[in-house]
């Protein structure tokens, strides 16, 4: 039972609070329900109700190092009773921010050189594009503005990163995408229209298409490709075999910028510091955000490569300063959780344990869930994972949409404890437990995965 206090809030939460990816009106009217967080241990959260649930998202794919961890909190007050904040603009910094910047070239692939902070990974993907069309004018490219990304890549809810985003979910009456924002064919094997192509038959197949959609517009047009290393909200989809150095042998081609959405990949996830590192590739911007302070405090950044960065030096002795920032790029409470959390993945082993851990509980979920005749596919990579549901797994047939079965599934997992996604575009329950779940965890959240799909799909 709610208290009077509890009650209070959620009316209040009702009335008052416009939450983001919401149903509205059904939340306004009471039809689905509030529930107010109230505090976190390890890869556990607890509600003003009192009930725990292990979360196996993490949030949002990003408490890394788990919840109620004192360190980062000591240095979030630390910074916050030394100096709260001091902008970043005409050369000023904090320890807390070059220190960082420091910490995070050390740890990205060798190639890259400085990093830009800001607060979201919608606003680093922002600053990419922005960085791409500067990078274009100063080699006296002005033609060279287009972006390809990809249907079912997520890079932001902005105006240009929702337009890059290639999900319906965050189209729809938001009059996107916009100009000048492609999207290409998504690298998702299960979902091939061919199924007797193979891995590597498929991602040729990518790789063609792109490369038709660049010829289509002009090479002389297209400035640059984005992807996340591993699809993530569009269904937690790694790529099939040769794909990522079939799609830059088309970039290298073409004089085709390459950035790396590395949000929800970097910093661990994949059993790695970065997805570049784990999948070869060798982009020219990298996205990063989550992981960085594992959420403690918001974060971003954009890590721009050696090469891109002479370009954007040549820019500014050309055209004076650069005219793009943010009144919190580089916030010192920020980057101070951000150095504490980076000193936790290393001190707390999380790298090698996101590989360890991660390919234990995809094995064990393999094994649990794959034999079930609705279970079409059980993928993932590191401390990734997706199950996806289909009505008959020879025909490979999808659940009607309007019958919501990844979204049951997802609701019966939460009464089991344990927390899940249900993702968009498909019946779909993903994944991303904090990285440093065990094993003992991880079978805890097999066996109610398995629980969970047996209460909504019986064999």
């Known amino acids: ?29 009471g039809e689905t329900p509030t ?43 630390a910074q916050a009773k030394n100096l709260a904040y001091y902008h970043a603009y005409v050369g000023h910094g904090t320890e807390a921010s070059i220190t960082l910047a420091k910490m995070v070239i050390d740890r990205a692939p060798a190639h890259m050189s400085r990093v830009y902070f800001g607060l979201s990974g919608s606003d680093a993907n922002e600053t990419n594009i ?49 100009a000048p924002i492609l999207h290409t064919e998504a690298p998702y094997y299960f979902r091939r229209a061919v199924r007797s192509q193979s891995e590597e038959q498929f991602s040729q197949h990518c790789a063609d298409r792109l490369e038709e959609m660049i010829l289509a517009e002009g090479p002389e047009t297209v400035a640059a490709f984005i992807g996340e290393p591993i699809l993530g909200t569009g269904g937690i989809v790694p790529p099939p075999a040769g ?78 300063a650069l005219g793009h920032g943010w009144t919190y790029s580089s916030h010192p409470i920020c980057a101070a959780a951000g150095i504490a959390n980076l000193e936790l993945v290393d001190e707390m082993g999380l790298v090698d344990n996101a590989a360890s851990t991660g390919a234990y509980f995809r094995a064990e979920l393999a094994s649990a869930l794959a034999g079930h005749k609705h279970v079409g596919d059980v993928r993932g990579d590191g401390l990734m994972a997706a199950v996806e549901f289909v009505e008959d797994k020879d025909d490979r047939k999808f659940f009607d949409p309007s019958k919501k079965i990844g979204p049951q599934v997802s609701a019966a997992l939460l009464e089991l404890g344990v ?15 904090p990285l440093c779940l065990t094993r003992e965890e991880a079978d805890i959240v097999v066996k109610a995965a398995l629980g969970a799909i047996e209460t909504v799909l019986p064999t």
């Open 243 to 320: 794909y990522w150095a079939k799609i830059q042998a088309v970039l290298e081609k073409y004089d085709i910028l390459l950035v790396a959405d590395e949000v929800v990949t970097g910093f661990g996830r994949l059993g790695t510091m970065f997805g570049s590192e784990h999948y070869g590739m060798k982009p020219d911007l990298i996205t990063i955000a989550k992981g960085l302070t594992s959420a403690y405090a918001p974060l971003s950044g954009t890590i721009v490569s050696e090469n891109m960065w002479q370009v954007l030096v040549q820019g500014s002795d050309r055209l004076g």
């Open 1 to 29: 039972m709610l208290d009077r206090h509890d009650n209070e809030l959620t009316a209040w939460d009702r009335d008052h609070f416009f939450h983001p990816s919401t149903h509205m009106g059904m939340h306004a009217r």
């Open 35 to 77: 529930r107010i967080i109230a505090g976190g241990e390890g890869v556990y959260i607890t509600d003003t109700n009192g009930r725990k649930s292990l979360d196996a998202f993490a949030g949002l794919y990003c408490v890394n190092v788990g919840y109620g961890r004192q360190k980062i909190a000591d240095a979030i007050a």
């Open 419 to 433: 927390i899940g996604r249900a993702m968009p575009q498909g019946d779909i329950l993903g994944f991303a437990p």
């Open 130 to 178: 922005k960085l791409i069309w500067y990078y274009n004018n100063v080699l006296g490219r002005p033609e060279k503005k287009k972006i390809i990304s990809r249907w079912r890549g997520y890079h932001g809810s902005g105006v240009m990163t929702g337009s890059l985003t290639g999900l319906e979910l965050f189209h729809n009456a938001f009059d996107l995408p916009r």
